[in-house]
């Protein structure tokens, strides 16, 4: 088990199948990497005692129709487990480089599997992964799912989703309103399993007593309001109803995908206590294992901070937030330094790359709805063959 770092967390998690998907293709999965604790099924939340290896939680949401995204889901919490279970960390900065190779092994092996079973082209899955690790978040983030930290009644966002309609709202090319009616809000621009080789973003984030975690897949914050979520943390303290209570809103709302939460509370005296500064979120580069050195990086600047928005119920208390409510991450005030009219012009490269970005994945996403498409009509007309077979049979 290890030193007792006087940090507990209370965690719980739950998925459901929302009301028109046949197939949840969700998963999300609670690992204490210093005990044997291993679970996607929970009745109830379970308490843990931080230890030195730390606590990683995980949620993947699969795509890639019939049930290829529920294998790519699973197989990524599997080998992003299995992978951080089998190594022991040296300090914060190894954890990361673990964590980022752990879910760079999970595209390996999705990617992999995809190429060569027919069944299986073209699935992917989101992955968002919360370690919490010497009383620090470490968030890895692939795709779109989320990870909130709720502290002092205020909801904040650690996490950028990696979406065409993010990317267009962060480049002023359209409000958050206005994505909310975005033909193409669907459209990703990294998932495991569906690109040879994905970038990781890194994040940490220094925990404070009382905490709570939420990370979810885009069937709850897709149709539940930050600000919904946020009421919900504040008047259902037990994180069994909060869960239970979000999954409800989203269901309430249609619930048109699958929806999983994850929720942990941090506590122990160990921890700073939170205060009335808004949270800062901190891209994290840990540098790269020199016996790794074949994988491309992408280097972040670690000294880059940017703002989380927090999302306050209270709308007569002064807390810093988008015109319209949504929890957004802004850059620092040191990175508008410098701008000139050229603006214009790197936005604009910036809107063709994305653009670029988004319809690669598109199309291949549309290619593996046409394969599944081509394979339903094969087993049609295989199966009225037969029948008419066996009609003319004496």
Not at 79 to 104: C, D, K, Y
Not at 288 to 305: C, F, G, I, M, W
């Amino acid at each position: 088990m290890g030193k007792d770092l006087g940090i507990s967390l209370s965690v719980y998690g739950r998925t459901d199948v929302g009301l028109i998907r046949e197939h949840n293709e969700d998963n999300f999965l609670v690992s204490d990497l210093s005990g044997d604790l291993r679970t996607n099924e929970m009745g109830r939340p379970v308490d843990i005692a931080l230890g030195e290896r730390g606590v990683v939680l995980l949620v993947c949401d699969g795509m890639g129709g019939a049930a290829a995204g529920e294998v790519a889901s699973q197989m990524a919490v599997e080998t992003i487990s299995s992978s951080m279970a089998a190594q022991i960390p040296s300090n914060r900065e190894h954890f990361a480089r673990m964590l980022r190779g752990s879910i760079e092994d999970a595209n390996d092996k999705i990617y992999a599997q995809s190429r060569d079973n027919q069944n299986e082209r073209g699935m992917g899955t989101t992955c968002t992964a919360a370690a919490i690790v010497d009383g620090n978040l470490v968030a890895g983030q692939i795709g779109d799912s989320r990870c909130y930290v709720f502290r002092n009644g205020k909801l904040g966002m650690v996490t950028k989703d990696q979406s065409l309609a993010w990317q267009l709202i962060e480049a002023g090319a359209m409000t958050h309103e206005e994505a909310k009616g975005f033909e193409h809000a669907n459209i990703i621009l990294q998932a495991l399993g569906v690109q040879e080789r994905v970038d990781v973003v890194l994040s940490q984030l220094p925990l404070c007593k009382g905490d709570i975690l939420l990370l979810s897949s885009d069937g709850l914050h897709g149709p539940v309001s930050d600000e919904i979520i946020a009421s919900t943390l504040i008047n259902e303290p037990d994180l069994k109803k909060a869960g239970d209570t979000l999954i409800a809103r989203a269901l309430e709302n249609e619930g048109p995908d699958n929806v999983t939460v994850v929720l942990a509370r941090v506590d122990g005296d160990n921890l700073a206590a939170p205060d009335s500064a808004p949270v800062m979120f901190h891209a994290f580069d840990p540098g790269q294992d020199p016996a790794d050195a074949s994988r491309p990086r992408v280097a972040l600047n670690e000294k880059e901070t940017v703002e989380v928005r927090l999302v306050n119920p209270d709308h007569n208390a002064s807390v810093p937030t988008s015109d319209d409510g949504i929890g957004t991450l802004r850059p620092s005030k040191s990175e508008h330094a410098g701008k000139s009219s050229s603006g214009s012009v790197v936005t604009f490269v910036i809107l063709t790359l994305v653009a670029a970005l988004a319809a690669g994945l598109y199309l291949r996403m549309e290619r593996s709805r046409g394969l599944e498409k081509e394979r339903e009509s094969l087993r049609q007309s295989q199966a009225e063959t037969s029948e008419g077979q066996v009609r003319e049979a004496p």
